[in-house]
């Protein structure tokens, strides 16, 4: 805490540690379990009585059906497309809006901020959300797993703050050169802005790939189904799930643990990246605004 | 999450002095505000336009007829509101226990950790206990319900412990009894670690030389804790105490609606669910925008009049006058 302070004694060091060790494994415990059972063998699964914590033999075979058979393989297609399409369009759009709000001054500048501001303070409600859809004929639609989240305001406003952050000098020295505004956007401002760039559309990543309520409320059509609902249908509400050559001899168990780890593992893979900056980077700077 | 304070408006100010004409600044600034065209038509459109969708709150609607064209029927949708529709009132007494539960278990845990985590001496436990806390958020909410079942389901992990050990069973899921406690431990589980980073972020800009004077003074640690810590976060807890007021009538659409089939409507119908299963669901659309509109527009009202409470105690609150 602080240096002028004693430590405090060992008996409550020791119980801090034991507290927050405990918490962390409360969180890590159930991933390990979650991978372990997609890795265990049939026998294994079924003497344990469906779940494992450990396998003992670990084999791939879980994932071998999965992916032989055609619903899951195509919902992570859709939700990798999803993800793609959306992340760079989303971070193309919300830098572009975050640049053009980054000149106090400007024409129309503050009342489009308040626009965007005033927008976190209220959701426009799940009925009215789903009639716009509708009525621009995007139920079924991939593009409504994009369209709808494609511009998320508190976003604009850390990228915002950051390019606000710019050295001044930098700019105005461009201009007096002669460079216009998509120059010192594409010269100057983005390749100083790289990492929350970078950060921001991780961020989107990361919500294109989990997202299920736009699927929920506007994808019927289970061939375009996300991973989220295919999970939702199988995991959460346990329908029975098959290879596509019948060859499903393994316990229920491992192949919806299994899907649940092919759900997870992209996330864990981006995790540090985000974990790196958003820490210090993104929360610390919508703190002070 | 959402946080917004002063300097974001603040910084138009100094440029405002000298202020050039419209039609200058127009043609100065037009290839900007085309860069902001994009992502501001997306906002329009999906944000702002909706809102015009809660007409059909006041009329019969027919998905077949249009909402132009189906006839407008005054305020009789709110009558599920007025005559206290039992399903209704089922859904917003949950709405409110669920939210009341989230106030008083989900919202101090995060500053506890975030507490116990600054007053940890080694950097580096505290950035490995971090980086695992954050993790769960990143979830979705079918992750995190597949979770728990598989953990603490009835064919799960825990209980298939406690029945080779014989010590009886824990039967939390698939429970209506227990369901507002499972989405209160799941929303602990999910969200705890991510809650912290706010009060650490504020507890990092606490100057040390206020801890320097309290411990000068003889202060104990856990009186500095009261004196210092605490009211170098307060601006931080009540910000959130307001945007979560705004909350009071959402809560965890997706999180629930997940787990309605298993528990059944009346442990765990909310207003969000109650809305969508009866309109997207069942095509009663009038009397479900009604609800939908009544909660959005207390939930707006909640935000602006606890601001206002705010200001009144010289706090700044989401954002100011």
Redesign the interface.
Known sequence: ?????T??GVPV?AA??V??TL??L???L??V??IS?SLADQQQVTA????V?WPDNPNLDAYRVLFSGDVVTRAVLVSIGITLVGTTLSL???T??A???S????????P??M???F??????????????V???GLLDSYWSLI?????N??N??VM??FF?ELPKELLDSAKIDGA???TI?ARIVLPLSKAIIAVIGLFYA?AY?????SA??YITDNAKYPL?LV??TY???NATIGGGDGATALPQ?SL??AM?VV??VP??CV?PF??KH??KGI??G???? | MVVLEEPIVAAEAPAARSRPGRRVRLRRDWLLLLCALPGLAALLAFHYAPLLGHVIAFKDYQPYIGIGDSPWVGLDNFRIIFNGDPVFLNALSNTLVISLLQLVFVFPLPIAVALLLNSLVSERFKRVVQSVLYLPHFMSWVIVVAIFQYMLGNAGLLNGFLQTHDLGSFNLIGNPGMFKELIVAQVVWKDTGWGTILFLAAMSRIDPARYEAAAVDGASRLRQLWHVTLPGIRSVIILLVILRLGDVLSVGFEQIILQQQAVGLEASDVLDTYVFNNAVGSGVWGASAAAGLVKGIIGVALVLAANKVAHLFDERGVYQK
């Open positions: 805490m602080s240096t002028a302070t430590p405090a060091r801090k540690g507290v927050l918490c962390c409360l969180v890590i159930p991933f379990a979650v059972t344990a009585g469906g779940y914590l193309g759009c919300t572009l809006l640049y053009g709000l000149r106090p001054g400007s024409f129309a500048g503050k489009i901020l626009l965007v501001l927008s976190l303070l209220f959701s426009p409600g799940i009925i009215p959300l789903y009639l716009t509708k009525q621009l369209l709808p989240t494609l511009i305001a508190f604009v406003i915002r703050a606000l216009g505004e998509l956007l990361v790939w989990n997202s299920f309520f929920l409320l989220s999970l939702r995991v959460v509400n168990q919806q643990m649940l759900s997870i996330i864990v995790y985000l974990q958003f820490a929360m610390i919508a703190v002070k605004g």
